[in-house]
């Protein structure tokens, strides 16, 4: 992952996600070289990737195919060499 990648969590004390409010969820706003690329919403019901200067269409996956994506991915790591690393 390139250094200049800004990653920042809104978290309150303690989240509760529910299906109300959608200002409820964990937002993560993304930045490459200081331009921000968009805003990630971690729901009760879905994944949410709103890119930058959009306030119209997001990429919107319930849980479900969520899982079913990222387990699909070519690239596992254990935890044990994910703690290494860190």
């Known amino acids: 992952m390139p250094k200049n990648v800004t990653v920042t969590a809104t978290v309150p004390a303690k989240i509760p996600i529910s299906k109300r409010?959608?200002?409820?969820?964990?937002?993560?706003s993304v930045k490459i070289a200081?331009?921000?690329?968009?805003?990630?919403?971690?729901?009760?019901?879905?994944v949410e990737w709103w890119p930058d200067h959009n306030s119209v269409h997001a990429h919107s996956l319930p849980w479900a195919k969520f899982i079913e994506l990222l387990e699909r991915m070519p690239e596992r790591r254990s935890r044990k060499t994910l703690k290494k690393s860190a």
């Open 21 to 28: 409010a959608s200002s409820q969820g964990l937002k993560v």
């Open 34 to 46: 200081g331009s921000k690329e968009g805003t990630l919403n971690v729901g009760h019901g879905s």
